[in-house]
């Protein structure tokens, strides 16, 4: 089991966290949380193209070094385009996800964005519900974007968040 998943004896706080620039040498743990999150994750090819055309991508990490979560987000005229946002299973429900969207938000507002723009399976009722949260609304579906199962097709509901 990769070193991201040792047990841990309590769920650090979102204040002990720490962002950082995701690198190359980060990808192997990336890739641990990306493919046990998502049933059809993202390649490591994918995040190279990522990182190699300069998107905003970042990490977050635990004291000890433990990769909690990450995002990437391309940033185009006035728009802010999320990625791909994940933390880490066992982080699920503490904050995690909002700490990272409030990063999001606060690089986009430094960056002159108007909104912030994202798809999202809608199958993926946990993270719906954190977005609705958030303050996301509905705009409109991409049919078939995402794959799925036996060689189907998801559509994606597109959601923003006006800053």
Known sequence: MNAVYKAVAESPSPESL??????VEDL??????????????WTR?????SLYSGYESWTLREPSGLLAGYFLVMLAVDEAHLLNISVRRDLHGHGVGR???DRVVALSRERAMASVLLEVRPSNQRALEVYRRYGFSEIG?????????????????VMRFHL
């Open 18 to 23: 720490r962002f950082a620039p995701m690198r």
């Open 28 to 41: 192997s743990d990336v890739l641990a949380i990306e493919n046990d999150v998502y049933p059809h994750p």
């Open 45 to 49: 090819g994918n995040f190279l193209d």
């Open 99 to 101: 700490l990272q969207l």
């Open 141 to 157: 579906r991409r049919k078939g974007y995402y794959p799925a199962a036996n060689g189907m097709r998801e559509d994606a509901i």
